[in-house]
């Protein structure tokens, strides 16, 4: 954590700079892979989202450090911080982390066996993630009771 606001506000900036290349990059890849226009643009906002405000929320983690965070964020914080957290978001934005991790350790901006690592926690831990946020969405789930803190 940055020492004080300054410090983390001028630090936000230059990771937002460097984010919006690295998605410019991404998106190229992703074109270059021969996906649809709509496609490309459903990653891009989601990965916008999970590099910009995320990995920025209380400390300021570049793309790289944050593959170590997509557990906390599809189990936890995209589901009370994102207002339209369903099941189906939750997926589309762990296919984007990974589409986005692949782009990086292609790129050698992470190692391959932190992908291999983040493929086997995405599998492993979706089907808990997908519970997760069909509980909190449930009307009828007391969620103090059910572990999650208001």
């Known amino acids: 954590m940055l020492d004080d ?14 984010n919006a290349a690295l998605l410019g990059d991404f998106r ?8 649809g226009e709509t496609t490309i643009r459903s990653h891009f906002s ?8 995320f990995l920025l929320y209380a400390d300021t983690l570049t793309a790289a450090d944050g593959i170590c965070y997509v557990g906390e964020f599809l189990g936890d914080w995209f589901i009370h911080k994102a207002m339209w957290s369903n099941k189906t978001t939750v997926k589309a934005n ?3 982390l990974k589409k986005f991790y692949a782009f ?7 190692k ?6 983040l493929k086997q926690q995405i599998k492993d831990e979706l089907p808990d993630w997908l519970g997760a946020v069909e509980r909190y969405n449930d009307p009828d789930v007391d969620l103090l009771e059910d572990g999650w803190p208001i």
């Open 104 to 110: 990086m350790a292609e790129r050698g901006l992470v």
């Open 94 to 96: 762990a296919a984007s």
């Open 28 to 35: 190229r890849w992703l074109k270059k892979a021969g996906l």
């Open 5 to 18: 606001e300054s410090d983390y506000d001028s630090r936000c900036q230059q990771l937002r700079q460097e």
């Open 112 to 117: 391959p066996e932190e992908l291999a690592t």
């Open 46 to 53: 989601n990965l916008d989202f999970y590099l910009n405000h």
